[in-house]
């Protein structure tokens, strides 16, 4: 686990334990805090969750064999997230003695899994279709700017034209720039390279440096 992950993990676990905490200190001196405890952490979970959980990925370094890891913890922090929050505001609200035959609450957990879905929808795909592989010439484009107040930004462009004559564009910014480009470099001067990336959260996971394709029958 690389260093800015750590520190997403860390800030997101200090938000969190210092809500909680906050929310049990006024319990434990009998102020009302207007909701159930659970109904307290659920709220800090989607607000971490649709503010730092993009980070998971953005920051982690996933392999052929771990690419699914981060992809699975972000689809639980946010799509997760938002169907606790969804049932604790209902069990919070007591609807169970208006009762699930009416629409409204339905509604109310259709509308918090379509944003949690929304907000996890790149990840969800990658994790549906898996790792994506294909064989061609692999070109990328890297530009560092220089923001306004200091420090160098990095962005990427990366093309990659298969041997049936398909060519994809893959734009990536940051930590992802960055390590598409270390990853690439093993392989330069190669005519052809396997790459198997994340295709929905433009990650890449390997690059193997292949063999010119054998030139087709006459």
Same mark, same amino acid.
């Given at each position: 686990?690389?260093?800015?992950?750590?520190?997403?993990?860390?800030?997101?676990?200090?938000?969190?334990?210092?809500?909680?905490?906050?929310?049990?200190?006024?319990? @434990?001196?009998?102020?009302?805090?207007?909701?159930?405890? *659970?109904? #307290?952490? $659920? !709220? &800090? /979970?989607?607000?971490?969750?649709?503010?730092?959980?993009?980070?998971?990925?953005?920051?982690?370094?996933?392999?052929?064999?771990?690419?699914?890891?981060?992809? @699975?913890?972000?689809?639980?922090?946010?799509?997760?997230? *938002?169907? #606790?929050? $969804? !049932? &604790? /505001?209902?069990?919070?609200?007591?609807?169970?003695?208006?009762?699930?035959?009416?629409?409204?609450?339905?509604?109310?957990?259709?509308?918090?899994?379509?944003?949690?879905?929304?907000?996890?929808?790149?990840?969800?795909?990658?994790?549906?279709?898996?790792?994506?592989?294909?064989?061609?010439?692999?070109?990328?484009?890297?530009?560092?700017?220089?923001?306004?107040?200091?420090?160098?930004?990095?962005?990427?462009?990366?093309?990659?034209?298969?041997?049936?004559?398909?060519?994809?564009?893959?734009?990536?910014?940051?930590?992802?720039?960055?390590?598409?480009?270390?990853?690439?470099?093993?392989?330069?001067?190669?005519?052809?390279?396997?790459?198997?990336?994340?295709?929905?959260?433009?990650?890449?996971?390997?690059?193997?440096?292949?063999?010119?394709?054998?030139?087709?029958?006459?």
């Amino acid at each position: 686990m690389n260093l800015p992950l750590i520190l997403v993990w860390i800030i997101t676990l200090a938000v969190f334990l210092i809500v909680v905490g906050v929310g049990v200190s006024y319990r @434990a001196k009998g102020t009302p805090i207007g909701m159930a405890l *659970a109904t #307290f952490a $659920a !709220i &800090t /979970i989607v607000a971490t969750g649709f503010t730092v959980g993009f980070l998971v990925t953005h920051f982690s370094s996933p392999t052929p064999e771990t690419w699914w890891w981060a992809l @699975a913890v972000r689809v639980a922090w946010q799509l997760g997230g *938002a169907l #606790f929050f $969804a !049932i &604790t /505001i209902l069990s919070d609200a007591q609807l169970g003695s208006i009762g699930f035959r009416k629409a409204g609450p339905w509604i109310f957990v259709l509308a918090c899994a379509a944003v949690g879905t929304l907000a996890s929808l790149n990840p969800l795909r990658d994790l549906a279709n898996g790792p994506f592989v294909t064989r061609g010439v692999a070109e990328i484009e890297v530009d560092r700017s220089t923001r306004i107040r200091g420090g160098a930004r990095i962005w990427a462009q990366m093309y990659i034209t298969t041997v049936e004559g398909e060519r994809y564009t893959f734009s990536m910014v940051g930590w992802a720039a960055e390590k598409t480009e270390e990853i690439l470099k093993k392989c330069e001067g190669t005519n052809e390279v396997e790459v198997t990336m994340l295709r929905y959260t433009k990650r890449v996971l390997d690059a193997r440096c292949q063999p010119p394709s054998p030139a087709p029958e006459a």
